[in-house]
């Protein structure tokens, strides 16, 4: 499976399955008029051409062993010929 981050070109994205990891925005922590930490929010799409509990689970597997708590959650894009599957998460 290719990993890419951010975006790629329209008509190249790469075979499936594939996983793209996005940075969403910063929602550091903060008081008393000052930032204290970062905190980064991300998010990994996974896109496989069918329902596959064996490629979720290598995501699901890569972000337990680093210790990351996240989110999943499937997306039916309209008419899409394609399965995504939205893993979200924190990293300070």
Do not use: C
Request: proline share 3%; aromatic share 16%.
């Amino acid at each position: 499976m290719e990993a890419i981050y951010g975006w790629y070109k329209p008509g190249s994205e790469p075979k499936r399955p594939y996983a793209v990891v996005h940075w969403l925005y910063s929602s550091d922590f903060t008081a008393d008029n000052a930032n204290y930490f970062r905190i980064d929010n991300w998010q990994v799409d996974l896109i496989t051409d069918s329902k596959s509990e064996a490629v979720e689970s290598l995501v699901r597997d890569a972000l337990a062993s680093a210790g990351i708590r996240y989110q999943q959650e499937e997306q039916n894009d309209e008419g899409a010929d394609y399965v995504r599957q939205i893993f979200t998460f924190k990293t300070r």
